[in-house]
C-alpha cells in the first residue's frame, strides 16, 4: 500500500525566513504525481504546488519550490519569504497515474509564522 | 465561478439519526470523491465514483453509503451515524486522467455526532 509520511507534525518560522517542510512516500510505482496542499484556519483545501514524477526539473510556483529526490523518495516543500497569511496546516499527496486511485494524503504539519 | 458546494457546514445530530450531506460541483467533472479528516490522520477516503451511477469504496467506507445519479451531484449518506463518525468531511472533484488533474475541494462539513 502507498503511505505519506511526513515526519514534522509542527514547523515555526520567522516572517521572511525560509522553512522546509519534509515528506516521503513509499511506493512500487514509477508514474504517479506528488501534491503539496495548504488548509488555512478557514479549513479550505488549497492546492500549493504539483510534481510529476517523470519530470526532473524541480516545480516551482512563486516563493514555494519543491526538492524532489525520486531514487529516495522525498518531496520536500520549501516556502521562501514567509508571509504570515502562510501560517496553515499542510499536506504532502500522491497519486498514482493509472486506474481509479485516490488521492493518499499524508497526515499533515502544521506551520506557524513569526512577526 | 468553478466550485465544489456542501451542505451543510455544520451539522451536530444524535446517534441513529440519518443525515445526508450534499455535495455538488459545476465543472462538469466525471471523478468525485469524499474524504474525511481527523486530527494526527490527514485525509483518508470514503467513497469515490468515476461517473453516473459508478461508484466504489475507498480506505474508510464503513458505515457510509453514497449515490451518483446525476453527474453533478455525490451526496454522502450516513444511514446511522455514530461518535466515531464525527469528522470533517471534504467533497472533491476532478476531471478524469489519473493522477493528472488537480482535485477541488468543497468548503468542508464538520460532523458532530453525540
Known amino acids: 500500500a502507498q503511505t505519506v509520511t511526513q515526519s514534522q507534525p509542527e514547523m515555526s518560522v520567522q516572517e521572511a525566513e525560509t522553512v522546509t517542510l519534509s515528506c516521503t512516500y513509499d511506493?512500487?510505482?514509477?508514474?504517479?504525481?506528488l501534491f503539496w496542499y495548504k488548509q488555512p484556519p478557514s479549513r479550505q483545501m488549497i492546492l500549493v504546488i504539483r510534481q510529476e514524477a517523470y519530470k526532473q526539473q524541480n516545480a516551482t510556483e512563486n516563493r514555494f519550490s519543491v526538492n524532489f529526490q525520486k531514487a529516495a523518495k522525498s518531496f520536500s516543500l520549501k516556502i521562501s519569504d514567509s508571509q504570515l497569511g502562510d501560517a496553515a496546516m499542510y499536506f504532502c499527496a500522491y497519486r498514482i497515474n493509472s486506474g481509479n486511485t485516490p488521492l493518499v494524503f499524508g497526515k499533515g504539519t502544521r506551520l506557524s509564522v513569526i512577526a | 465561478e468553478a466550485q465544489v458546494t456542501q451542505n451543510p457546514r455544520y451539522l451536530i445530530t444524535v446517534t441513529g439519526k440519518k443525515l445526508t450531506v450534499t455535495c455538488s460541483q459545476n465543472?462538469?467533472?466525471?471523478?468525485m470523491s469524499w474524504y474525511r479528516q481527523d486530527p494526527g490522520l490527514g485525509l483518508r477516503q470514503i467513497y469515490y465514483?468515476?461517473?453516473?451511477?459508478?461508484?466504489d469504496k475507498g480506505d474508510v467506507p464503513e458505515g457510509y453509503k453514497v449515490s451518483r445519479k446525476e453527474k453533478r451531484n455525490f451526496p454522502l449518506i450516513l444511514e446511522s451515524p455514530s461518535p466515531n463518525q464525527t469528522s470533517l468531511y471534504f467533497c472533491?472533484?476532478?476531471?478524469?486522467?489519473?493522477?493528472?488533474?488537480?482535485?477541488?475541494f468543497g468548503p468542508g462539513t464538520r460532523l458532530t455526532v453525540t
Open positions: 511506493t512500487s510505482e514509477s508514474d504517479y504525481y
Open positions: 465514483s468515476m461517473n453516473v451511477e459508478v461508484t
Open positions: 465543472m462538469n467533472h466525471e471523478y
Open positions: 472533491a472533484s476532478s476531471r478524469p486522467g489519473q493522477g493528472k488533474y488537480e482535485q477541488y
